[in-house]
């Protein structure tokens, strides 16, 4: 399912950087000036590096895992793993 909507929005986005890029009817390969060219590899390019930059950023300041969070998380996840297997000990044996 994820992969199709990936696929979805990947097409959705090349739609519209060709309609952009004013590609749109029965544009042919030939008929397709500098300009045109060149706005459709920019937005196909410099948008993905820009949005990538931005995510990084926003990685890099908001995301903070410290080693004591971590052994938090390590411990919290153990703990319900313990719980699940005693639990379908239980039920096993019933």
């Known amino acids: 399912m994820i992969d199709k909507l990936a696929g979805a929005f990947a097409n959705g986005i090349v739609a519209l950087a ?55 998380i390590v411990a919290e996840l153990e703990k319900k793993l313990r719980a699940k297997k005693d639990e379908e000990e239980k039920t096993a044996e019933n």
């Not at 749109?24 to 590899?41: D, I, N, R, T, Y």
Request: net charge positive; hydrophobic share 55%; proline share 2%.
């Open 18 to 72: 060709a309609v952009h890029s004013g590609m749109v009817g029965a544009a042919k390969a030939g008929g397709v000036s500098a300009h045109q060219l060149m706005v459709f590899k920019s937005f196909m390019f410099y948008a993905p590096v820009i949005l990538i930059v931005i995510a990084a950023l926003i990685y890099f300041f908001k995301v903070s895992l410290t080693e004591d969070r971590h052994k938090k």
